[in-house]
T-cell receptor, first 116, second 112 residues
Framework: DTEVTQTPKHLVMGMTNKKSLKCEQH?????MYWYKQKAKKPPELMFV???????INESVPSRFSPECPNSSLLNLHLHALQPEDSALYLC???????????????FGPGTRLTVL | DQQVKQNSPSLSVQEGRISILNCDYT??????FLWYKKYPAEGPTFLIS?????DKNEDGRFTVFLNKSAKHLSLHIVPSQPGDSAVYFC???????????FGTGTRLKVLA
């Protein structure tokens, strides 16, 4: 099973709403990632979790709040977003948070977020 | 810092022919690279990787070549099929971290 799942597939929210994106993998991976991708741009790293601890925060605004409840789950809590936050949000996982052999990152299908 | 460049934003190839997608990087401290294929509104799909202990890695119709001295890698798809039409990203590790830097992507169109 090399699958990373994400829910919901699509999300429309107002600027005052609070919502959460969810990601799950059952590959035994201990590193999980959140990326943001705008149209015609490469994925941009937001957060990295390694062994359920936050390892990297790429200076992401506090209106995005990640959470890793256990080794299989990763959430991204959203609050008071702006229209420019509309994008495809991608979750990925790898065996460990390291580059090199056996640490290929596998991506989920993404959540298409629209902020009105 | 690592920079990853894919200088061809788009490429059109006839079905059955070879597609060659190129990628250049700047920092060779960590020579391990990934290629992804991405369809619109979907997450990237991992295709193939290569490390510095090799200069070639093959998986079915996909072969990646690494030229360490030129800091260049290329993805060959042969024979190309219409279902290969997608955006292809290469990714390289950022220096000293386990963060991957993605290139800007090449949109491949395989014509039937």
């Amino acid at each position: 099973d090399t699958e990373v799942t994400q829910t919901p597939k699509h999300l429309v929210m107002g600027m005052t709403n609070k919502k959460s994106l969810k990601c799950e993998q059952h590959m035994g991976h201990r590193a999980m990632y959140w990326y943001k991708q705008k149209a015609k741009k490469p994925p941009e790293l937001m957060f990295v979790y390694s062994y359920e601890k936050l390892s990297i925060n790429e200076s992401v605004p506090s209106r995005f709040s990640p959470e890793c409840p256990n080794s299989s789950l990763l959430n991204l809590h959203l609050h008071a977003l702006q229209p420019e936050d509309s994008a495809l949000y991608l979750c990925a996982s790898s065996l460990q948070a390291a580059s090199g052999l056996y640490n290929d990152q596998f991506f989920g299908p993404g959540t298409r977020l629209t902020v009105l | 810092d690592q920079q990853v460049k894919q200088n061809s934003p788009s490429l059109s190839v006839q079905e059955g022919r070879i597609s060659i997608l190129n990628c250049d990087y700047t920092n060779s401290m960590f020579d391990y690279f990934l290629w992804y294929k991405k369809y619109p509104a979907e997450g990237p799909t991992f295709l193939i990787s290569i490390s510095s202990i090799k200069d070639k890695n093959e998986d079915g119709r996909f072969t990646v070549f690494l030229n360490k001295s030129a800091k260049h890698l290329s993805l060959h798809i042969v024979p190309s099929q219409p279902g290969d039409s997608a955006v292809y990203f290469c990714a390289a590790p950022d220096s000293g971290t386990y963060k991957y830097i993605f290139g800007t992507g090449t949109r491949l169109k395989v014509l039937a």
